[in-house]
């Protein structure tokens, strides 16, 4: 037998190897899925794929879309033709330093369930779903954005939960839209304290300093457009101080994309 006819012989070997091994694979799987199938991360009830919502619970969720402010997103309560170039109240007042954000549903008492079994209760299955959900949802911001980043959590929080939401999100919505994220982008130097009872201002108060670019990310950012992911915007003080961050850094433009979003009549 001659080199070559060996060399076919061992990759048609490999081939056949590596078929049978994803056989092999897809029958664990589904035999998981039998003695384990995937539930609901809403209701537990079981469904066809992980992280995917049964119908029930899908019909719950409440979608944002337009008329929405055209800076932070916030959905209005009335249809206008020009939702195009309409700021809401509060941006109008005082314009957030990144361009734009998106979310994909409102936070409210279904939402906060499944946002919290994802973000606390382990339920990191559901990433790939809920990436898909804000793939869809900011579209028009992907197609714009040169990199993707999360939010970063400060070291020690990541040490206690063993996951970021958002560099998880980041990383699906990455995949999905083939750009580039870097994980790393921006540092959580301040373990800031939680800030679920604060109002706005002490929002902004409890992040000012609290984030700054990695040390060896400065090089990334000239002139380029940046998609900060995460998994909640309520006041928009967070994003708003990783956005600052940025543009100090050299890029061009910040836009943001969430999971889910408050939605209150002045923010």
């Given at each position: 037998m001659t080199q070559g006819a060996r060399a076919i012989n061992t990759s048609q070997d490999t081939s056949r190897g590596a078929s049978g091994l994803s056989r092999l694979s897809v029958l664990a799987g589904s035999a998981l899925d039998i003695l384990l199938p995937p539930q609901c991360p809403s209701c537990n009830g079981v469904v066809e794929a992980a992280g995917v919502l049964c119908g029930p619970c899908w019909r719950q969720v409440d979608f944002v879309s337009p008329p929405q402010c055209v800076a932070c997103?916030?959905?209005?309560?009335?249809?206008?033709?020009?939702?195009?170039t309409v700021l809401c109240g509060a941006c109008a007042r005082?314009?957030?330093?990144?361009?734009?954000?998106?979310?994909?549903?409102?936070?409210?008492?279904?939402?906060?369930k499944l946002v919290l079994a994802f973000k606390h209760g382990d339920r990191t299955d559901t990433a790939p779903a809920l990436g898909r959900w804000m793939a869809s949802a900011g579209a028009d911001l992907i197609q714009d954005a040169d990199v993707i980043a999360p939010?970063?959590?400060?070291?020690?929080?990541?040490?206690?939960?063993?996951?970021?939401?958002?560099?998880?999100?980041?990383?699906?919505?990455?995949?999905?839209?083939?750009r580039t994220v870097v994980q790393d982008l921006l540092i959580r130097r301040k373990r800031t304290p939680p800030q679920g009872r604060l109002g706005v201002a002490a929002r902004r108060r409890n992040v000012q300093g609290a984030f700054r670019l990695h040390p060896a990310r400065t090089g990334n950012l000239e002139g380029r457009r940046v998609l900060l992911i995460d998994d909640v915007l309520t006041t928009g003080a967070t994003v708003a101080g990783c956005a600052k961050v940025l543009l100090r850094g050299g890029a061009v433009a910040v836009d943001v994309l969430t999971l889910a979003r408050v939605v209150r009549a002045v923010e």
């Open positions: 997103g916030l959905p209005f309560s009335f249809d206008t033709s020009l939702s195009d005082r314009r957030p330093p990144y361009e734009r954000a998106r979310a994909v549903m409102v936070y409210g008492d279904f939402s906060r939010v970063p959590l400060h070291w020690s929080r990541l040490f206690a939960r063993r996951y970021n939401q958002a560099a998880l999100l980041a990383g699906v919505v990455g995949k999905l839209a083939e």
